[in-house]
């Protein structure tokens, strides 16, 4: 006999399930503190293991250094070994512990490898963090039209940015599910919310990329898993820019500005804010507004 359900069985499910988030959550940060540190200090992201793309240089090296200060395991991964393993280095005496994962995003192969080698370190994952990215600057030493795009450059910047978040979340949120609880940043940019002649293809990846973070967060935020997309409000004095002109340098961010964001974002527990997408500096009036607490309370 199939039985019926009423709206409130299904509220009281739904309030079940978040229960048993919050339960596997606390779970989770209570096992790591018992099993004690190596070094001295918590931080506000002890206890999760959080794997970074394009940790090599710029806002990921900036962004890896602050999470594993703050306790974080972080499986550090771009394609360049001896980058990230300067970062690695510059932490070593850090509270959480780092392990280097070279990877190319848009290679299922490499990328299903960086979720297992850092399941086999670590033991889980309940942080993605979806930051390499690539715009037509990255390839060129101007900007181009659509017309003057080549097809190969726009699949490759597509790849990237859009397929590269896509196989990773793949890989990777699986194991945030079986977690009971952790956070997807889909790092993306201002050009994600508006339209900028010679940025095409990144302006359509983006775009797209804060779409597909809106679709997989309805589809999964009944798990205890955050989803939101955040970008830095601007220019950053990153190898991205190399190319612009001079007198465009005007007002370019540091590499840092997205880490405490970052860092609040991943510290969210299942209840946390989820299905947005702001600038770091409006994220952190955002969170402070929402009342959510750096250690994991929300």
Known sequence: MTRGTSDGDR????????????????????????????????????????????????????????????????????????D????????????????VVPA??????????????????FGEVTGLVNNAGIGTLSLHDERRTVLETEPA??????????????????????????????????VSSGLGRRAAPGWGPYVASKWGLEGFSRTLSDEIADAGVNVNCLDPGGRVGTRFWDHLPEEERDDVLEPDVMDEAATRLLAQGPDGV???????????RRLDRDGSASDGSA
């Open 153 to 186: 450059d726009w699949r490759r910047i597509l790849e990237v940015n859009l397929t590269g978040a896509f196989l990773c979340v793949s890989h990777a949120v699986p194991e945030l599910l079986d977690a009971g609880a952790g956070n997807v940043i889909n």
């Open 274 to 284: 989820t299905r947005e997408s702001h600038p770091a500096a409006e994220w952190e």
């Open 11 to 82: 509220q009281n499910a739904d309030d079940r399930r978040g229960e048993d988030a919050d339960r596997r959550h606390d779970d989770r940060r209570d096992d790591r503190r018992d099993d004690g540190d190596r070094r001295d200090g918590d931080g506000r992201l002890h206890g999760e293991t959080v794997i970074l793309t394009g940790a090599s240089r710029g806002l990921g090296a900036s962004m890896a250094r602050q999470f594993v200060r703050e306790g974080a395991n972080v499986a550090l991964s771009a394609r360049g070994e001896p």
């Open 84 to 99: 990230l393993r300067a970062v690695a280095e510059s932490v070593a005496d850090a509270p959480g512990d780092t392990i």
């Open 104 to 121: 190319d995003v848009t290679d299922e192969a490499t990328v299903a490898a960086l979720v297992e080698a850092t399941v086999d370190a």
